[in-house]
């Protein structure tokens, strides 16, 4: 039975793909730039009956490399609402078999080329129903996409950090972040205690969390956690971004909050606890 894959960006747009053969993927892969091993995807998706409309729970899921089948890089289930979550899996191209009680088996290839969080819904059919089972993608925007992060970082104004240096500082709390940022200084009455940050001059900036300006007197670490943040911005008083101007004299710091979906549960790893010792003896250092 034929397969239909279609891709989307903001909407779900049919592409002519019935009958994609092994041959011209295979074209396709060596005429394109080898993918970035570094840029990864995740596929987030639901099982539903394709007649019905009604989410398959206990569907069996897997997600080969293309066109070389081996071993699954990943395997799972359903949940009791028909939705998966894959983990991270570097960008290329791959194959999905899916399996339901009841249902006819589904296998087809997956060209992913773009990293982010790809969205996949699976219409699955009835064995005793002749329709044509379809799988849907759509690559998700991310908020920084969303909000110019990448934009404004290309400009070169203000100080950037992103969910992969936060990873790689490992910090305690989100105040711990800016400690290596220049003309930022963090300052904490000692040990464990609520920091506040300055910018040049000693002065107090303003904050912005997903877009939003906060007033009144702000103690970061009360708002937020590190495991929650996905990037910060920071402007200095002349870099302040035109929207904020008009709203402080010392500069505006910027934080955007991660993605739900790409939140997993974060353990307590030896170089955690490690940067947890060496950001609490700097802490105490620091207000001597």
């Known amino acids: ?22 041959s011209r993927v295979g074209h396709a892969q ?18 539903v009956d394709r007649r019905t409309g009604r989410a398959l729970p206990a569907a069996e899921i897997e997600l080969f490399t293309f066109p070389v089948r081996t071993e699954p890089i990943w395997s799972g289930q359903s949940d009791g609402q028909g939705r998966f979550q894959t983990g991270t899996v570097p960008i290329g191209a791959y194959q999905v078999d899916v399996e339901a009680l009841s249902f006819s088996p589904l296998s087809h290839p997956l060209v992913l080329s773009e990293s982010g969080v790809v969205d996949v819904r699976v219409e699955m059919v009835g064995v005793a129903y002749q329709l044509e089972p379809i799988v849907a993608t759509a690559r998700r925007r991310t908020n920084l996409e969303r ?79 590190a495991v929650e943040v996905e990037a910060v911005e920071v402007y200095h008083r002349a870099s302040v971004p035109l929207r904020y101007s008009g709203q402080t004299t010392c500069g505006v710091i910027m934080i955007w909050t991660r993605d739900p979906v790409a939140q997993e549960a974060t353990k307590l790893t030896w170089k955690r606890m490690v940067a947890a010792v060496t950001i609490t003896i700097l802490s105490y250092l620091w207000t001597r």
């Open 1 to 22: 039975m034929n397969r239909c894959l279609s891709f989307l960006t903001r909407r779900v747009i049919p592409l002519v793909l019935l009958g994609l053969s092994l």
């Open 147 to 225: 909000a110019e992060f990448y934009e404004r970082r290309e400009r070169g104004f203000g100080h950037f950090v992103t969910r992969e240096d936060i990873e790689a500082r490992g910090p305690l709390r989100v105040s711990d972040i800016f400690y290596r940022i220049p003309g930022a200084r963090v300052i904490r009455g000692g040990g464990f205690s609520r920091a506040s940050i300055s910018l040049r001059g000693g002065c107090t900036p303003r904050y912005v969390i997903d877009g939003m300006l906060l007033t009144g007197r702000v103690e970061i670490d009360d708002l937020i956690s």
């Open 30 to 47: 060596q005429g394109a730039t080898e993918p970035d091993p570094n840029e990864t995807i995740r596929l987030v998706g639901e099982v």
